[in-house]
């Protein structure tokens, strides 16, 4: 089993970020298995060749050891059809040598069930025939809790004027819905996201409207290809540390980065800081080489893949003009930053990545990263 997951893994380069689909793979695995993801089928993406797509997806998914969880019927109403979709899907995976099992979203003791197949690595096929079967969709989530909800339809994602609409925030989605151009399916869904949250017990859940042909880089990578839809975090600048927790804080960055920052990090002057909240992620900035450098970019292990990162980044990017940073070689998001800086130099065990500097203030702050000292304690091993 450990050979086929690597070989697994090795073809998740495919999507772009090897250490990344890594990392979120053995993020995945450590949650409980029937939260992993929600996926909505669009009656459209199980003809071929959408359908080759996503048996291909599914098959990488259940090496894997993962096991997400089908729902069809939350956009089709004619019960026959999505009995035979459903059947159809089945058997194909079947035939494909996927793990599945079928059932009605009326089972009894659904959810039980749905956690003993996906434990035993069987991916839970769900007929929702109920009549208004949409209505039910809000149930099934708040008892199910998946961590992110899927739904593949053929577009892969909401456009404007041609451009890909990589964010959404569930506040934006009325103002969305009226200047945008989109499909009855698009706005199925959008409709159905405000109605689930409308309904919702737990506000941290991610929405993603995605094709069969991107999946895999929506569920292992932070760049995606699709639509991200969700509540926005609320990010705060502090130009100061001494009015906030330092418990908190330091509990924060040594649950992110495994380790145990030093007690002298936090009472240190800053450039700027950028926090969640509730401590979950943020950005710490120092001044190095006369630059802002950012010392220290994290997300708490249980929020990691709600996209708390890219809300962060955002933030940075519109109150830092030029900066640059530093990570080690087997940072498994040196793909993500290689894609949104403007330069990298190696430097010893570091990689130093910069945005927005001018060419006269690399050299040095080339240095001073690949020479700063480290913030956290030894480790006692």
């Known amino acids: 089993m450990n050979s086929v997951r690597q070989t697994v893994l090795s073809s998740l380069s495919a999507v772009g970020a090897t250490q ?25 993406v199980l003809k071929n060749p959408l359908l080759e797509a996503l048996t291909s997806n599914l098959q990488i998914l259940s090496n894997l050891g993962l096991a997400p969880t089908l729902l069809i019927g939350a956009l089709d109403d004619n019960r026959t059809s999505i009995k035979f979709q459903a059947q159809r899907l089945t058997r194909d995976l079947d035939s494909s040598g996927v793990k599945v099992a079928k059932l009605d979203t009326k089972t009894y003791g659904l959810i039980g069930e749905i956690r003993r197949r996906a434990q035993a690595g069987i991916i839970p096929v769900l007929e929702m025939t109920e009549r208004r079967g949409q209505g039910a969709l809000p149930k099934l989530i708040n008892d199910l809790r998946p961590t992110k909800i899927v739904s593949l339809q053929p577009s892969g994602g909401l456009d404007v004027d041609g451009v890909r609409r990589r964010n959404l925030t569930l506040a934006e989605i009325e103002d969305f819905i009226d200047r945008a151009t989109l499909t009855p399916g698009q706005q199925t869904f959008l409709r159905m996201v405000q109605r689930i949250e409308q309904d919702a017990n737990e506000g941290r859940r991610a929405y993603v409207l995605a094709s069969p042909l991107n999946l895999l880089s929506e569920l292992f990578t932070t760049k995606g290809s699709g639509t991200l839809i969700r509540r926005g975090a609320a990010i705060v600048r502090h130009d100061k ?31 700027a800081a950028f926090l969640e909240t509730d401590f979950r992620a943020g950005a710490i900035f ?8 950012l010392s220290k970019f994290w997300v708490v292990p249980e929020a990691q893949g709600e996209g708390l990162a890219r809300d962060v980044w955002e933030k940075i990017c519109e109150n830092i003009p030029g900066f640059f940073w530093r990570s080690r070689e087997t940072n498994p998001f040196n793909d993500w930053y290689l894609s949104t800086c403007d330069g990298m130099q190696k430097s010893g065990d570091w990689r130093v990545y910069w945005k927005g500097l ?23 091993l």
Not at 29 to 40: G, H, V
Not at 286 to 293: E, G, I, K, N
């Open 286 to 293: 120092t001044r190095l080489a006369d630059q802002p450098y």
């Open 358 to 380: 001018e060419a006269s203030a690399l050299p040095n702050a080339i240095h001073a990263a690949a020479t700063a000292p480290d913030d956290f304690k030894p480790s006692s």
């Open 241 to 271: 540390l001494d009015d906030l927790s330092h418990m908190e804080l330091a509990s924060s960055m040594d649950r992110a980065f495994e380790k145990t920052l030093d007690s002298d990090f936090l009472k240190q002057a800053i450039e």
């Open 20 to 44: 990344e689909a890594q990392f979120y793979a053995e993020l995945f695995a450590k949650e409980d298995p029937e939260r992993f993801a929600l996926i909505l089928l669009d009656p459209r």
